[in-house]
């Protein structure tokens, strides 16, 4: 098992583009959580998936959007990007959203 | 409103010395509390939770809730313990939101 897997490793895109992040759980895991970590500091929380629908969100807006495909896999997409998007984004998987989450390598965003 | 703290940016010990990292946190409901481990070009990983209170690689962590805090013990640390560590709370009831602190990176000098 490779556990938490995300794509691509490294994006660099420019002010007011859009992105999309990938990540596959853990097998046998059906609850996707995705945290932004900027410079210096600890994940916050961005979302999570389960059953395919946004069950909670954090103090993100709603240039943040994400997807579950049925096979657990996510994205998470951000539009009209700003340099301060600029981060490591990790996902995280869990069964039934328990708190004992594993988490990716992340992908690590940077907007110029 | 729910918030981490932990007040070390950076921990320097030697080998053998004990350590404590801090974690405080504020929450008016039921906490879970964790601590999360990342080692130099890994990925984050749970180290241990305060319900299962086990002791993991040697560390320990008591809840206090009369003090709120967290904190991370272990009595003779090694170098293989320098790592990035993070506080984390539990919230949302069964949902799995987790809120870090910003870290705490201990060096476990020879």
């Known amino acids: 098992d490779a556990g938490v897997t995300q794509s691509p490793t490294h994006l660099i895109k420019t002010r007011g583009q859009q992105v999309t992040l990938r990540c596959s759980p853990k097998s046998g895991h059906d609850t996707v959580s995705w945290y932004q ?7 916050q929380f961005i979302f999570q998936y389960y059953e395919e629908e946004e069950r909670q969100r954090g103090n993100f807006p709603d240039r943040f959007s994400g997807h579950q495909f049925p096979n657990y896999s996510s994205e998470l997409n951000v539009n009209a990007l700003l340099l301060g998007d600029s981060a490591l984004y990790l996902c995280a998987s869990s069964l039934d959203g328990g708190y004992t989450q594993y ?8 907007v110029l | 409103a729910q918030r981490v703290t932990q007040p070390e940016k950076l921990l320097s010990v030697f080998k053998g010395a ?5 974690c405080n946190y504020s929450y008016s409901g039921s906490p879970e509390l964790f601590w999360y481990v990342q080692y130099s070009r890994q990925r984050l990983q749970l180290l241990l939770r305060h319900i299962s209170r086990e002791s993991i690689k040697g560390f320990t962590a008591d809840l206090n809730k009369g003090e709120t805090s967290f904190h991370l013990k272990k009595p003779f640390a090694q170098e ?18 987790l809120i870090f602190g910003k870290g705490t990176k201990l060096s476990v000098k020879p």
């Open chain 1, 37 to 43: 970590q900027a410079l210096g500091q600890g994940p």
């Open chain 2, 80 to 97: 293989e313990d320098s790592a990035m560590y993070y506080c984390a709370l539990g919230y949302g009831g069964s949902q799995g939101n």
């Open chain 1, 103 to 110: 988490f990716g390598p992340g992908t690590r965003l940077t």
């Open chain 2, 18 to 22: 004990p350590v404590e990292l801090k």
